[in-house]
Structure formats: structure tokens, C-alpha cells
């Protein structure tokens, strides 16, 4: 079972940016997908990106151009680059990782754009 942490989280003025990262742990880090969702208070858990094992992003509309994902193999660790920051890009952002039928999800970690 794989665990993941997520870090990066905090609050930042509008127009501000912020590095999420999701770091795994406990098994090789070998994926099909991982990706970013992120839950704001009331609302449904929206995806926000995704990365495939060959390197194929996705993104949500409201967030290309502004945010982009990567990763690094050599540190077992994703991240989630988000510049532009909006108000309604408030949530709890977590990470997830999806190897055949299994998934695993991080914690969460709390963005608030405000000024």
C-alpha cells in the first residue's frame, strides 16, 4: 500500500502562486495515473489535473494555463504548479494515485486565496 503525503499548502493573495507536493512512499513508485482533486466547503471533489505514467497531462478547464503538473520519478513526488491563484481556487487540494484497480489518497492540504 502506498502512502501520500501532500505539503505546499497555505494562503496566498490573488494573482499569487503556490507548489503542491505529493510525495509517496511505501511501494515503488510506479503508477497508471496520478493527479490532483480538490473539495471546496459544500462542494463536490472536482478533478483539477492528472498525469499518466508516459507523461499525458489533463486539466480541468478553469485550470489550464494557469496550473500545470509534473513529476519526478527520482524523488517519488508529484507536483501541482499553480500560478494566477483565484479566489474560488479555495479548497483542500489532494493528491491521489491509481495503480490497476487500487487507489490511494493523500490527506489533503489547504489552499486559501484571499486577500
Known amino acids: 500500500q502506498v502512502q501520500l503525503v501532500e505539503s505546499g499548502g497555505g494562503l496566498v493573495q490573488p494573482g499569487g502562486s503556490l507548489r503542491l507536493s505529493c510525495a509517496a512512499s511505501?511501494?515503488?513508485?510506479?503508477?497508471?495515473?496520478m493527479g490532483w482533486y480538490r473539495q471546496a466547503p459544500g462542494k463536490q471533489r472536482d478533478l483539477v489535473a492528472h498525469?499518466?505514467?508516459?507523461?499525458?497531462?489533463n486539466y480541468a478547464d478553469s485550470e489550464k494555463g494557469r496550473f500545470t503538473i509534473s513529476r519526478d520519478n527520482a524523488k517519488n513526488t508529484m507536483y501541482l504548479q499553480m500560478n494566477s491563484l483565484k479566489p474560488e481556487d479555495t479548497a483542500v487540494y489532494y493528491c491521489?494515485?491509481?495503480?490497476?484497480?487500487?487507489?490511494?489518497w493523500g490527506q489533503g492540504t489547504q489552499v486559501t486565496v484571499s486577500s
Open positions: 498525469i499518466t505514467n508516459t507523461g499525458n497531462t
Open positions: 511505501g511501494s515503488s513508485f510506479s503508477f497508471d495515473v
Open positions: 491521489y494515485l491509481r495503480l490497476g484497480f487500487s487507489t490511494s
